[in-house]
């Protein structure tokens, strides 16, 4: 049963360092020592490992800035209303023109990126 006991170690150091500790506290969360993490960092198959579920938490991160990102145009909107001062809409005005355009040339640029790929036969589904 030495397995799982390296099992659970590997399982707590991928939840240690995916959440960003050093090798230090990754080995004293795990019960390991310091030499292991270094040994099964070294270990390409625990190393993607520890990439995809990297990968995993910046993908929820990025899907919960989106929720938000809509959240947010609403009240940059809302802004704009009438019965706020001229301050604050002129400030909402510009940020909503601003990133507005920056949207649009990040669109842009994508699809043209994505179009390129076509091209060359490199594109990457997903």
């Given at each position: 049963m030495a397995g799982d006991?390296?099992?659970?170690?590997?399982?707590a150091l991928l939840a240690a360092l995916v959440?960003?500790?050093?090798?230090?506290?990754?080995?004293?969360?795990?019960?390991?020592?310091?030499?292991?993490v270094f040994r099964r960092l070294d270990d390409p198959a625990f190393r993607g490992e520890l990439s995809i579920l990297r990968r995993r938490l910046?993908?929820?991160a990025v899907a919960e800035m989106t929720d938000a990102t809509v959240e947010a145009a609403r009240t940059l909107r809302a802004l704009t209303s009438p019965n706020e001062a001229a301050s604050v809409r002129l400030g909402a005005a510009r940020?909503?023109?601003e990133l507005g355009i920056r949207l649009r040339d990040h669109s842009e640029l994508e699809a043209r990126l994505e179009a390129v790929?076509?091209?060359l036969g490199t594109r990457v589904p997903g």
């Open positions: 006991g390296r099992q659970n170690a590997d399982t959440a960003g500790a050093t090798v230090a506290d990754a080995a004293s969360r795990a019960g390991v020592g310091e030499r292991t910046l993908d929820d940020a909503i023109i790929e076509t091209v």
